[in-house]
């Protein structure tokens, strides 16, 4: 084996290996992964934004414990306008990572620990299950503000939350061990990134329908309809490469530009505003088309 890969992943007489024919090549695989151990940060200073974020961006990173450090109980959240205490945040943010949880706090730190660790064998059903989810509050948000149920719109924090936790979880895998077909793993990382913008839009956009109680009018719900729809074609295109499909997509991103020049001035300057974000999907799905194109060759 090459000394370089059997160090990266810490290979010792007496480990089992993976053996897989596959004609005339032999392919070895383990189950060990890349650890970067663990990592002491202090984040005074930082809003609760960002410290959410950092504290998501080690558990993607790999660290197995993370402490947290801090002078100040509270942070700014810049979104309500009012400082909230940062345990709490710590806890919001760990229940959104799979197997991180708290297990020491006190005034000014908090240690958190990853105590179930998901297997590379289960990304490609962890995968399926972002795209299922990701439609699924697609078809929700669209539904729920063209229909004005406000039960439905406020639903997309929760679904968020669990698609992130999915996104983490498979970006977490990728950095540990790499997509099984390694030469790959930068297009999937890139894949599931663009999945949670999209995510992140929706979120947003649901929170802007209930506070600025948008009413949705025909034009603009033509244009939602047929940005989510772009968004189903693509989950099909993914799961089953089709030219015809891929030139679908391309004809329906410029079908769209055209219908929202055309219908701006029939919107409302809210509808206008939550259709610019809709407009952003529809370019990170023509980005998701040449990455999913790189897939199959």
Sequence with gaps: MPRKWAQKYDIKKGDELEVDEQGNKISISTEKTQDPG????????????????????????????????????????????????????????????????????????????????????????????????????????INGAIKGDKYLIESMEEKHNTITKFMANSLRLLNKVGHPEYNKTQIYYHIIESIDFINDILKNNARDVIDSNIKISKP???????????????????????????????????????????????????????????????????????ARTALEY
């Excluded at 790999?62 to 979104?79: D, Q, S």
């Excluded at 490469?241 to 029939?266: A, G, H, N, P, V």
């Design 38 to 141: 663990n990592i002491d940060v202090n984040i005074t200073g930082l809003d609760r934004d960002s410290f959410m974020f950092l504290l998501r961006a080690l558990y993607i990173r790999g660290y197995n414990e993370i402490k947290l450090t801090f002078n100040e109980p509270f942070a700014e959240h810049h979104r309500i306008g009012k400082k909230v205490s940062v345990i709490s945040q710590i806890h919001a943010e760990a229940n959104r990572l799979t197997g991180l949880e708290v297990i020491q706090q006190r005034e000014n730190f908090c240690v958190l620990k990853v105590l179930t660790e998901s297997s590379i064998k289960d990304f490609d059903l962890i995968f399926r299950r972002l795209f299922l989810l990701l439609n699924d509050a697609s078809n929700d948000f």
């Design 220 to 290: 603009c719900e033509s244009i939602l309809r047929s940005v989510n729809d772009s968004l189903q074609d693509f989950s099909k295109l993914f799961y089953k490469f089709d030219f015809k499909m891929i030139e679908k997509i391309s004809s329906d991103r410029y079908e769209i530009w055209r219908d929202i020049k055309q219908l701006t001035k029939k919107l409302s300057k809210e509808e206008i505003r939550l259709v610019i974000n809709m407009e952003q999907i529809v370019e990170i799905i023509y980005t998701l088309k040449v």
